[in-house]
């Protein structure tokens, strides 16, 4: 089993930046592909970035690209998001995710979760 515990989140207003994080713990954390995912009520859970288990490898969905970094320090048992330029847009509920194999967008293809941490941007 994996525990994952998001922080970073908060009120931020349009235009700036966020760091969010993920920390692992229960299995060894370079074993899995890391994504995050966000949700807004009444919407569906969306990919937003996704990481290789060695972090050599790294997706986006279009609503990131260029604006969104994921990385990871699997020393530290930790995987980040970057967000720049924020929009209210992106104000939702962030989760980051892990998977025993890369590459997938679909949340249902991941087996643990975190419970989330709340990022709002405002106008």
């Known amino acids: 089993q994996v525990q994952l515990v998001e922080s970073g989140g908060g009120l931020v207003a349009a235009g700036g930046s966020l760091r969010l994080s993920c920390a692992a713990s229960?299995?060894?954390?370079?074993?899995?592909?890391m994504g995050w995912f966000r949700q807004t009520p009444g919407k569906e859970r969306e990919f937003v970035a996704g990481?290789?288990?060695?972090?050599?490898?790294?997706y986006y969905a279009d609503s990131g690209k260029g604006r969104f970094t994921v990385s990871r320090d699997n020393a530290k048992n930790t995987v980040y998001l970057q967000m720049n330029i924020l929009k209210p847009e992106d104000t939702a509920a962030y989760y980051c995710?892990?998977?025993?194999?890369?590459?997938?967008?679909?949340?249902?293809?991941?087996?643990?979760w975190g419970q989330g941490t709340q990022v709002t941007v405002s106008s």
């Open positions: 990481i290789s288990q060695s972090g050599s490898r790294t």
């Open positions: 995710a892990a998977s025993t194999i890369w590459g997938h967008r679909d949340p249902t293809s991941y087996d643990y």
């Open positions: 229960g299995q060894t954390f370079s074993n899995y592909a």
